[in-house]
């Protein structure tokens, strides 16, 4: 083959790689390299989306980290969601999983049933446990009361919203449940068999046999929970809307957090900058802040899967 | 756990158990009761709250405020008057809209590059793929403030759905990522022969690997479907403004601000906003499986 026909061949397939690529090129291009760029640009403008926007310097900057009363107390929320809330959620869908590929009974019905609520609307299902959890006539008060234990304010109560949004998380649990389930069923019987010959006991198995096996699926489930963390949105902001009663109406403007900045999360800060006050400038430094916590994470769990790139 | 009772089985009959038979086949027993009784207090945790829902929204409007837990009268009048609200309807038709067509969307302009990112060799391959798993992983918040005056400001569509339903025609990461390690599990040698046969590269794609990548087609669909009918964060910000373009959930939530004393009327149109998802399941359920599976092990 001549040098000619061989690079004309080659052009012909990048040509062709083009065309297949281009729709994904266009949306990269349009929702993702450029308001990347245009959200550090407006990190240091002052603009209120009217004029035009002015340079500022680092004033967004210092006012977020140092002036805007909701920006600590979002970090100390995430960080206790990622301790509790994605630690729950991890341990229980691990159990849920060991437990369906034990039932030998039912199995398909008691799957279906574990994995319903992860269907469920979020803004339904915050509905749904607002009202379950509500202090004064919910059911789970109710129960509780009649069975003499304390009855807490949960969504309303600022030492109770963050455990009630926990039992929500943990109630949609099934996507793990899935993934735990394949990943528990691919571990080989043999090695089972001969740990149960050499008389070990079920702990033993679980931590000799079991873990080593799944630890790639507890590690992808444990940083995609903690992405999912830092990304809670619309739980926490329907949930304390509702409970505080406030919605919707006219000049009654609901502000994130309630009760006591309690539920509040990164990108409600976003929203509350944005599209509350618009201070366009400091939203976009939240966001900043938010997309570096994003991709820190997305790294760890790439690293942690080559072959998730690789995949050949 | 009956693994225990099989090397007792051929040399020990039925109708003379041996002591340690009879304690294995007990062992044995036990055990499942135990399994099943915890399967059934687990299924309790996740099935009751469907249950006090529907229970509630069945009740009249007086029961509702009480700590009753089953309704006194069962009022099947409350899914009509849900359903009568002004505005239910055209939710429904916007949340129709913004999830079929978006599904549509995706799927064609997903498609091709997923295939392209699985079977093409190019440079700039692995550097698409770590671009693709970034943008997946990306809170839409983080671009929202560009986004939003792009097309409030320079296109005027603010108070409509389209700046959501435009971006799915531009590939979704999501789905491309979750195609493409589909994609990898069909071998090259269907395409090689396809090849021999005189097939292009696009004719490859939709008489071969179309075919056998229904599966993989099917859960993205389905997950495009769900996460449009889910968004409450891409309709508040566009569509907060103008009650017409609203979708059900974020209908649903000035629903309960429009009648926030009647706790059956919002639990009676919860219902009616997780029924239809919860439909589509059960009408796919192994799609929607495998898909889960996929995003998790696969890869």
Redesign the interface.
Known sequence: MTTHTLRSKRRG??L??A??????L???T???A???V??VY?SFMDYD?FGVPSFNGLANWTYVFQDYPMFWPSLRNTLWLVLVMVTCRVLFGLG?GM??T????GTGL?R??????Y???????T???V??LNPG?G?VN?VL?DLGLPTPGWFNDASWSKPALTMLAV?GI??LM??FM??LL?VPKEQY?AAELDGTSAWQRFRFVTLPNISP?VL??VVTGV?QA??Y??QP??AG??AS?V???SGQQFEPGYPDRSTLT??QL??NL??QRFD?GS??VV??V??AL??A??AL??RG?D???A?? | MTRLLVPAAPVRPADAPTPAGRTARRTALLHWIAVHALGVAAALFFVLPFVFVLLTSLMSDQQALTRDLTPDTWEWENYRRVWDTPGFLTWWRNTLLYAGLGTVLTVVSSVPVAYALAKFRFRGRKLSLMLVISMMMLPPQVVIIPMYLFWAKQLDLSGTLWPLIIPTAFGDAFSIFLLRQFLLTIPNEYLDAAKVDGCGEFRTLTRVVLPMARPGIAAIALFQFFAAWNDYFGPQIYASENPAAWTLSYGLESFKGAHHTDWNLTMAATVLVMAPVIAVFFFAQRAFVEGVTLTGVKG
């Open positions: 397939s990048a062709r790689t065309a297949f690529m281009a729709p994904w266009i949306g990269f349009v929702f993702f450029y308001p990347m245009s959200t407006f989306g849920v437990l369906i034990r039932i030998k009974t008691f279906t049933l574990f994995y319903l609520p269907l469920a609307p979020p803004v339904a299902a509905l749904a446990f009202f379950l006539t059911p109710s009361g109630w099934g996507d899935v993934i394949a990943a691919d068999e699926i992808f489930a992405i830092m990304q949105y619309t902001l329907v809307k509702v009663g919605i919707g109406g990164l990108p976003v929203y944005g599209f366009y939203a976009c966001a900043l938010l997309f994003a991709m994470f997305t769990l790439m899967r072959n998730l790139i995949g050949d």
